[in-house]
């Protein structure tokens, strides 16, 4: 029996806050289905219900199976799913974005196709990483250059405070347990961080692809983004679960990277952050509207759907 248009989608206004939102949930080895509004994850040890409103991102790994019904539940939600591989540290797939307006889309794409703009968001970029670092003036190879210095001084500093010895930055993709337990550390922080990056991006309406540092790619935004807290968040929370041994360093890390995401208010940080790179005020705007307009030689905007183009036909009816 067909299920077409039974259950509407929630308005905006009805939907949890991506900044109120827990920032990830990693599931493996269960079943994902739908029981009201919730989603549930069945395994061995019997079944968990999970408010679906109250997650950011949820990142799916090995075994894991999900029914038609708890990804309706799910993108209903405005929650961001993203397919990982073992240990959290393969991208595979993601889901939709939650805002149902353009308005960031629309600024992003405005600050990316200047080369002056792009230029000058790469630097205040630098500048939220990097406190204290005067970015004004700076070319980009300046800005590499002091990424580099600054990211290996933060591996020292982490090194030192945790009494975890540190030699090298060391990733072999396809061997994630070759590398010590430091680097898995990072590794897996790093892509947990890509994951809630990507979901808060994505439920603002932004282009994951259109990179203000990193280019070239389809998440190149989130890379951006994700790096911003690199230093203060996910390299301190690697150390830390490196330092209590090196067996199963990778659900440590995700671990106190979540305790370390809760605790700084991150999502909110985040949300704030991208409006702010990208000089978006979303006060009085049509962030909350789920409307599709027509765009007009003055800029300003008409409903889409209508007649306009005689006056003598009924111009408030509907043409679609």
């Given at each position: 029996?067909?299920?077409?248009?039974?259950?509407?989608?929630?308005?905006?206004?009805?939907?949890?806050?991506?900044?109120?939102?827990?920032?990830?949930?990693?599931?493996?080895?269960?079943?994902?289905?739908?029981?009201?509004?919730?989603?549930?994850?069945?395994?061995?040890?019997?079944?968990?219900?999970?408010?679906?409103?109250?997650?950011?991102?949820?990142?799916?790994?090995?075994?894991?199976?999900?029914?038609?019904?708890?990804?309706?539940?799910?993108?209903?939600?405005?929650?961001?799913?993203?397919?990982?591989?073992?240990?959290?540290?393969?991208?595979?797939?993601?889901?939709?974005?939650?805002?149902?307006?353009?308005?960031?889309?629309?600024?992003?794409?405005?600050?990316?196709?200047?080369?002056?703009?792009?230029?000058?968001?790469?630097?205040?970029?630098?500048?939220?990483?990097?406190?204290?670092?005067?970015?004004?003036?700076?070319?980009?190879?300046?800005?590499?250059?002091?990424?580099?210095?600054?990211?290996?001084?933060?591996?020292?500093?982490e090194s030192a405070r945790t009494g975890v010895p540190?030699?090298?930055?060391?990733?072999?993709?396809?061997?994630?347990?070759?590398?010590?337990?430091?680097?898995?550390?990072?590794?897996?922080?790093?892509?947990?961080?890509?994951?809630?990056?990507?979901?808060?991006?994505?439920?603002?309406?932004?282009?994951?692809?259109?990179?203000?540092?990193?280019?070239?790619?389809?998440?190149?935004?989130?890379?951006?983004?994700?790096?911003?807290?690199?230093?203060?968040?996910?390299?301190?929370?690697?150390?830390?679960?490196?330092?209590?041994?090196?067996?199963?360093?990778?659900?440590?890390?995700?671990?106190?990277?979540?305790?370390?995401?809760?605790?700084?208010?991150?999502?909110?940080?985040?949300?704030?952050?991208?409006?702010?790179?990208?000089?978006?005020?979303?006060?009085?705007?049509?962030?909350?509207?789920?409307e599709v307009r027509l765009q007009t030689d003055d800029?300003?905007?008409?409903?889409?759907?209508?007649?306009?183009?005689?006056?003598?036909?009924?111009?408030?009816?509907?043409?679609?």
């Amino acid at each position: 029996m067909s299920t077409v248009s039974r259950r509407g989608a929630s308005t905006p206004r009805e939907l949890g806050r991506i900044g109120d939102r827990m920032s990830f949930l990693y599931l493996e080895r269960c079943t994902v289905h739908r029981d009201d509004n919730a989603i549930t994850a069945t395994d061995a040890d019997g079944v968990t219900h999970i408010p679906s409103a109250t997650i950011g991102v949820l990142l799916l790994g090995p075994g894991t199976r999900v029914t038609h019904q708890a990804m309706s539940v799910l993108g209903e939600s405005g929650a961001g799913v993203v397919w990982v591989g073992e240990h959290g540290v393969r991208f595979y797939a993601g889901g939709r974005g939650l805002s149902r307006s353009s308005g960031l889309a629309e600024a992003q794409a405005t600050a990316w196709s200047n080369r002056r703009t792009r230029l000058e968001v790469a630097r205040e970029m630098y500048r939220m990483r990097f406190p204290g670092e005067d970015t004004s003036g700076r070319s980009r190879q300046d800005l590499l250059s002091m990424e580099g210095r600054r990211v290996r001084d933060c591996y020292r500093r982490e090194s030192a405070r945790t009494g975890v010895p540190w030699r090298r930055r060391e990733y072999r993709p396809d061997d994630f347990l070759a590398a010590d337990a430091p680097n898995q550390g990072i590794t897996a922080a790093a892509q947990c961080m890509y994951g809630v990056a990507h979901a808060v991006v994505a439920a603002l309406g932004c282009s994951p692809a259109l990179g203000f540092v990193h280019s070239g790619h389809e998440r190149s935004f989130v890379y951006d983004i994700a790096d911003l807290y690199k230093t203060e968040v996910g390299i301190p929370a690697a150390f830390d679960a490196a330092a209590e041994g090196d067996e199963d360093v990778a659900s440590r890390t995700r671990r106190a990277l979540r305790e370390r995401i809760n605790r700084t208010g991150l999502l909110d940080r985040c949300v704030s952050d991208i409006q702010t790179l990208l000089r978006y005020d979303d006060a009085g705007s049509d962030a909350e509207r789920d409307e599709v307009r027509l765009q007009t030689d003055d800029g300003s905007a008409v409903p889409a759907g209508r007649n306009h183009g005689n006056a003598m036909i009924d111009a408030d009816g509907p043409i679609w």
